[in-house]
Each structure stands twice: as structure tokens, then as C-alpha cells.
């Protein structure tokens, strides 16, 4: 199992946008499936974006057409990128496997405010 290390949150305005980077301590280049999940204040953590092997690419549906993931196998780095952001995307972001491994990142929180 490889460590993840999630940066690039902060504080936006609504309709701002941040781009999430999620660096790995070995190589991805075999792990099938990675995602992003973020949990809110007294809310489970949910899956919101996923992308395998063949770049092929899922969305919650709270988030389709707002965020992209993509994954850079040489960098072992998965990216999210959020636009359009909603006061509603504010949670601690986590990248993992999918399904996860049961041990997490640190995360990072994003804050969008109205």
C-alpha cells in the first residue's frame, strides 16, 4: 500500500475554482482505480470522482460537469480539478484507492463560501 499525500485546498468563493493534487509514495501505475472523497462536517465520506487504467472516468452527481480528475502515472499523481465551486463542496478532501485501502491521508480541506 502506497502513502497519499492530498494539498491544494483552501479558501474560495463560490463559483471559484482549486485544483487538487494527490501524491503517492510508490508507483499507481498498476492500481486500477483511484478516486477523490471528501467528507463534510457530520456527513459519511462519499466518493465523488474516480478514474481507472484506461482513463476512464466517474462522477457523483452532485459534481458532474464541475469537476475532472485525471491521474499522471510517470508522476504518480492524481489531480481534481473544481470549478464552479458551491458552498456545498466544502468537506476535507481525501484521494484513495477505489475501493479504498483503510488507511488515509491527512486530506485537505477545501472552504467554499457564498
Known amino acids: 500500500q502506497v502513502q497519499l499525500v492530498e494539498s491544494g485546498g483552501g479558501l474560495v468563493q463560490a463559483g471559484g475554482s482549486l485544483r487538487l493534487s494527490c501524491a503517492a509514495s510508490?508507483?499507481?501505475?498498476?492500481?486500477?482505480?483511484m478516486g477523490w472523497y471528501r467528507q463534510a462536517p457530520g456527513k459519511q465520506r462519499e466518493l465523488v470522482a474516480r478514474?481507472?487504467?484506461?482513463?476512464?472516468?466517474n462522477y457523483a452527481e452532485s459534481v458532474k460537469g464541475r469537476f475532472t480528475i485525471s491521474r499522471d502515472n510517470a508522476k504518480n499523481t492524481v489531480y481534481l480539478q473544481m470549478n464552479s465551486l458551491k458552498p456545498e463542496d466544502t468537506a476535507v478532501y481525501y484521494c484513495?484507492?477505489?475501493?479504498?485501502?483503510?488507511?488515509w491521508g491527512q486530506g485537505t480541506q477545501v472552504t467554499v463560501s457564498s
Open positions: 484513495n484507492r477505489v475501493p479504498y485501502w483503510d488507511s
Open positions: 510508490g508507483s499507481i501505475s498498476s492500481i486500477n482505480a
Open positions: 478514474i481507472n487504467l484506461y482513463y476512464n472516468t
